[in-house]
T-cell receptor, first 115, second 111 residues
Framework: DVKVTQSSRYLVKRTGEKVFLECVQD?????MFWYRQDPGLGLRLIYF???????EKGDIPEGYSVSREKKERFSLILESASTNQTSMYLC??????????????FGPGTRLTVT | QKEVEQDPGPLSVPEGAIVSLNCTYSNSAFQYFMWYRQYSRKGPELLMY????GNKEDGRFTAQVDKSSKYISLFIRDSQPSDSATYLC???????????FGKGMKLTVNP
């Protein structure tokens, strides 16, 4: 079974703090994604990575950065957390071109609260 | 116009009802159509996948695609309380590994 794990289920941080969200997948997937999910707005793509050290901006990259030093690990960084970054953060991974379905496998999510 | 539109609901039905969930999309280049199911406090999981017009059945679930109308549907027969979840349509258009997601419809099936 594909497993995507996220470092924390719940996180509370203060405004201005630097926040790291970690994601690890165990299936040697090429692609990894970070989304945020908010009521009424659905899933919005923040960043994705299609290879180690490669990244591409999604729809809402402002205020975020990412790091992918190893294939299995993709980190989301909030350089200076703000209250409008309070959200559910979901990590996903996919095979890439090897999978005609382009299915994405999701982690359980991290609910981040910034106070 | 957004690329994928999905009525966010919520939708509440009695056990045993037939449920119809729908999405419309704007880009005729879209190739693959998926439905994800997300239980409360969990990540989404792929439920159904199709790439052509027509119907695809899997047990109580039927995915339907009408490419001429740019309309996709998910039907749930004999709905159960365990079907209570948020259902998201997702579409792959090619050229990138990104999926385009609908906003999700929260379904509650009451016993």
């Amino acid at each position: 079974d594909v497993k995507v794990t996220q470092s924390s289920r719940y996180l509370v941080k203060r405004t201005g703090e630097k926040v790291f969200l970690e994601c690890v997948q165990d299936m040697d997937h090429e692609n990894m994604f970070w989304y945020r999910q908010d009521p009424g707005l659905g899933l919005r793509l923040i960043y994705f990575s299609y290879d180690v050290k490669m990244k591409e901006k999604g729809d809402i990259p402002e205020g975020y950065s990412v790091s992918r030093e190893k294939k299995e690990r993709f980190s989301l960084i909030l350089e200076s957390a703000s209250t409008n970054q309070t959200s559910m953060y979901l990590c996903a991974s996919s095979w890439g071109l090897a999978d005609a379905r382009h299915e994405q496998y999701f982690g359980p999510g991290t609910r981040l609260t910034v106070t | 116009q957004k690329e994928v539109e999905q009525d966010p609901g919520p939708l509440s039905v009695p056990e045993g009802a037939i449920v119809s969930l729908n999405c419309t999309y704007s880009n005729s280049a879209f190739q693959y159509f998926m439905w994800y199911r997300q239980y409360s406090r969990k990540g989404p999981e792929l439920l159904m996948y199709t790439y052509s017009s027509g119907n695809k059945e899997d047990g109580r679930f039927t995915a339907q695609v009408d490419k001429s109308s740019k309309y996709i549907s998910l039907f749930i027969r004999d709905s159960q309380p365990s079907d209570s979840a948020t259902y998201l349509c997702a579409i792959y258009q090619g050229g990138s590994e990104k999926l385009v997601f609908g906003k999700g419809m929260k379904l509650t099936v009451n016993p």
